[in-house]
């Protein structure tokens, strides 16, 4: 990489309090020595063109997931009756008189005598145009606020943008909803491990001996079985008629049970690694206790480190869940995640005529390639000393 | 050498007995188990089971004794006979039931990771020797793309891709013409096109890594200094590749075999399932589904021990490959 192509971004966070402090302009290669660590990941991570473009988007996903109820035009179990198994509804641009419009015609189920199967049809007598702010069905807001605007929506007729399922329920808006426990459950999961990971992997690193052996063990062993089989036996324990909410965690709490021990590998190879160094030497001459020294001294010097490390965890927990959940063995409806969601999915037949019911496995490969991607750019940028 | 395989086989030993623990113990979780989960079923259906009825049922299943009784009996009926206990759900021995189905697992694990070696170490090799073009940059996008992508989805996306366009169902291992044919020319010809997607997908997160790892360790190699020693020499590009560079390339593979095996395993059971394979991921979800304890325990072990023995056979590979290994302790 280049002087030039850094230069835009350094200077963009030089701020008037650095240039005071050595009383004058500064050149790239002084703001570079003077940028704090942070500073020098951030702009080392903007480089990365790809993980910045991700970081966006997963931004942008969790929003869409957080306002659900806004950006789906119905709810989770709206159910419209002669609209099952709709296709993804067309979206006309051009107004049949001329001038631009977004809307859509009215459809009609009919059932093709040769082949029983049921066509939708499209009636281009009227049209209905799609309106943005839309008052529609009314929802509440994260359980606390009555509201019924939705970002779009179109009246009178449904609108099916990722298609509707067999009892006629709109999949883009059971897809948004689902994104909630799916996007979720890689968030809450990796905090359960990384706070087991950082206490075991913690003392495992720090105090060492006959401690450190039993964690390294058991670490060793659940390292060493596939995982997959454990979480099936495990899950399978749950009972199916729990409420959504106890389920909800049982599953991030299987999950993170049996994925600490990555975490922990990170924390107790860097604790190993910056134990030995001089300053930690010195902090400890200095009289400063094991807490002092660990939390001022030995976390900073690897919280980049477990950053990357968190974040590459975070589509392996998402993955999981949906897994689990499309077996069958995870998330149970009424409860809406993708892995629900792709249950409607296992068969073959049903997703030959009906294709847009894999809509959402397309979501859970993006958000996995995204937090990939800004899970690499992370890692480039961690170590902002090696160049 | 001998020394260092019966030392590391009498390893195992410990691993395998806490592994049979807690497969046993997990199968105990369940609030329910499966006699109760058939009389419950039955008295749904209308047949009246009485109470002595299902005591009877319980006792006939050994369910009246306490766990680690019937952990004894369960461990050392394997040990002794051979005999993994009967699944109440199938109503036959687990033996029975997996008789063919864990040939066909290891098979298709083990030749799912041999088809990404094959796959991936010459593209990782060719990666590193043409660094910076603008095939290598393609390369370790698609890399980084194979190792980030579920392989389980794009079995559900292949799965209606070539069945909607090529009319081809990838589920099972056989058509339904050849299922209960006997061996034939024609039959082996359409195991083998079942086979393929299995082994593209399940192989596809290692072929990612692979590439990555030949590539980066390749470029290590090859900046030191006997390649430029032999390059000054005269040896010619192509020996001096394959001569020491590649070869210390791909140590790799057989050393992180116990990290990569337990993903393997898994992505195989998951796969399996979704493209409904004859292996023992179905009936594991069966099993698991039904609380079949014997049945899910004994595969939850038999996966764990193929892990574990796998990863073993991994490290004698790597002796035998690699004699500056040292016999006394393997590094990890």
């Known amino acids: ?149 939705h970002l779009f929506g179109v009246r009178d007729v449904p609108l099916f943008l990722f298609g509707s399922d067999r009892l006629g329920r709109d999949v883009l808006s059971r897809t948004l909803y689902g994104a909630r426990i799916s996007l979720s459950i890689g968030l809450v999961g990796v905090f359960i491990s990384f706070i087991l990971g950082v206490i075991l992997g913690g003392i495992s690193g720090y105090f060492g001996g006959i401690v450190d052996d039993i964690i390294q063990r058991v670490i060793d062993f659940l390292i060493a079985i596939p995982g997959l089989p454990l979480w099936m036996t495990l899950a399978a324990a749950l009972p199916r008629d729990w409420p959504t909410l106890k389920l909800y965690f049982a599953i991030t709490l299987i999950l993170s049970v049996l994925g600490w021990t990555g975490l922990a590998r990170v924390v107790r190879g860097k604790l190993l690694q910056l134990r030995e160094e001089d300053y930690t030497l010195a902090a400890r001459g200095a009289g400063a206790s094991d807490w002092r020294i660990i939390t001022r001294h030995l976390l900073p010097g690897f919280t980049s480190h477990l950053i990357v490390s968190i974040t590459f965890n975070v589509p392996g927990m998402i993955l999981s869940e949906t897994a689990l959940s499309f077996i069958g063995l995870g998330m149970q409806p009424p409860a809406v995640s993708w892995g629900v969601l792709l249950q409607d999915a296992q068969n073959l037949t049903a997703v030959a005529q009906q294709n847009w019911l894999l809509i959402p496995a397309l979501w859970v490969i993006a958000t996995v390639l995204l937090f990939n991607f800004v899970g690499d750019g992370l890692r480039d940028a961690a170590d902002p000393y090696t160049r | 050498m001998l020394f260092y395989i019966i030392r590391r086989t009498l390893m195992l030993i410990p691993i395998l007995i806490v592994m049979s623990m807690v497969a046993f113990f997990l199968i105990q979780l369940p609030p329910g188990d499966w006699v109760s989960f058939r009389i419950e079923q039955l008295r749904m259906s209308g047949v009246n089971v009485s109470d002595i009825e299902a005591e009877n049922l319980k006792r006939e299943f050994g369910l009246d004794q306490p766990a680690p009784v019937r952990y004894w009996r369960w461990v ?23 008789a063919e189905r864990v040939p066909m697992t290891i098979v298709i694990s083990f030749s799912a990771l041999i088809f990404s070696w094959i796959v991936a170490v010459p593209i990782g090799i060719y990666s590193a020797t043409h660094k910076y073009t603008i095939m290598d940059y393609v390369i370790t996008f698609l ?180 004699p500056r290994i040292r016999f006394g302790r393997v590094e990890k």
Not at chain 2, 77 to 92: A, F, H, P, V
Not at chain 2, 238 to 249: D, G
């Open chain 2, 143 to 322: 890399g980084f793309i194979g190792l980030a992508t579920p392989g389980f989805l794009l079995a559900l996306i292949m799965a209606w891709f070539t069945f909607s366009y090529f009319g081809f169902s990838p589920l099972g291992l056989f058509s339904s013409e050849y299922m209960d044919a006997p061996w034939s020319t024609a039959r082996a010809v359409d195991l083998l096109r079942h086979l393929i997607m299995p082994l593209v997908l399940v192989g596809l997160g290692n072929t990612g890594s692979t590439i990555r790892v030949v590539r980066n360790n390749l470029l290590d190699e090859l900046n030191k200094q006997y390649v430029i020693t032999a390059r000054a020499k005269g040896l010619s590009e192509w020996k001096l590749l394959w001569k020491y560079p590649v070869r210390m390339a791909i140590n790799p593979l057989l050393s992180t075999l116990s990290w990569v095996l337990p993903g393997l395993i898994s992505g195989t059971v998951l796969i399996d399932i979704v493209l409904s394979l004859q292996t023992v991921g179905p009936v594991l979800l069966r099993a698991t589904l039904a609380q079949d304890m014997y049945l899910a325990g004994s595969i939850t072990l038999i996966l764990s021990a193929m892990t574990v023995i796998g990863a073993l056979l991994g490290d004698i590979a790597l002796v035998l490959v690699d």
């Open chain 1, 1 to 149: 990489m280049s002087e030039q192509t850094k230069t835009p971004q350094i200077s963009s966070v030089v701020t008037t309090e650095d240039v005071v402090l050595v009383g004058g302009k500064k050149s790239v290669d002084e703001r570079y020595y003077y940028a704090s660590q942070w500073e020098l990941i951030r702009w080392r991570f903007s480089l990365h063109r790809m993980a910045v473009f991700s970081l966006v988007m997963l931004i942008v996903l969790y929003i869409l997931a957080i306002f659900a109820e806004f950006f789906s035009p119905y709810t989770t179990d709206t159910r419209f009756e002669g609209f099952q198994q709709s296709p993804p509804s067309k979206i006309h641009l051009i107004r049949p008189g001329g001038g631009l419009q977004l809307y859509v015609f009215g459809t009609k189920r009919v059932l093709d005598q040769a082949t029983f199967k049921f066509n939708f049809v499209e009636d281009t007598s009227i049209i209905y145009p799609i309106s943005f702010f839309v008052q529609g069905e009314p929802y509440k807001m994260w359980n606390l606020f009555r509201a019924d605007v």
């Open chain 2, 76 to 98: 050392s009926g394997i040990i002794t006979k051979g005999y993994w206990g009967r699944s109440l759900q199938w109503e036959k021995p687990v033996n029975e039931i997996l």
